[in-house]
């Protein structure tokens, strides 16, 4: 609440915000854990990767992978591909896909931050290492050591795809699209100072929010989410 309303030119402490939510018997949202692991990356100057998989069940039954990876100084979100069989093969290409825009100098990452799942060969750190990018492994069933893609699981199944019923691939890719849009481009994050990741990452200077304009509401994916910006 605080964010959207930072966006809208609209300052108001946090405190009230929590008494407003306990007016309404609404619990806070759970808190962020932190350790030793997340404190590593937060360090790493060069913004790391953090990689790794989710799925998604249609409504015939099929279940369907998605590979993602997060900038982590940004928190910005890129969906690699989606499949119903993610083996070494597809995986590896992913890879290979992931790395065109790094050759752009405004990319500059130097680790990669993967599980050990199966899926993930020797052939896709090849690429990785390939591009100068140094693959880091988390501890074996050590979730939290992979905090930050851990939460955007939980953050887009409880945002998305748990609040809607999925019929194949096409309609996930379509659903996963928008979503992440709205969360690189609009979802405020209490780390970057109520910023999305595309704010933080275009510019570093305060933006000024008008206070004349009207407020829009815009209505995304149904309904399910909506967007409040200063009309022009």
Known sequence: MQGELARLGITVAAATVRAVLRQGNIPPAPKRAQDSWSVFLRTQASGP???DFFHVDTAFCRRLYVLFVMEVETRRVHILGITAHP??????QQARNLLMPLEDPAYRFRFFLRDRDGK?????DAVLAGAGVQVLLSPPRSPKANAFAER???TVHRECTDRILI?????LRTVLDAYVDHYNRHRPHQSLRQQPPHAVEAAQTATVIPLSGRIRRTQLLGGLIIEYQRAA
């Open 49 to 51: 990767l953090a990689c």
């Open 87 to 92: 083996n070494r093969d597809w995986v590896t």
């Open 120 to 124: 993930f060969s020797d052939a896709f």
């Open 152 to 154: 955007w699981v939980g």
């Open 167 to 171: 019929m194949n691939e096409q309609h």
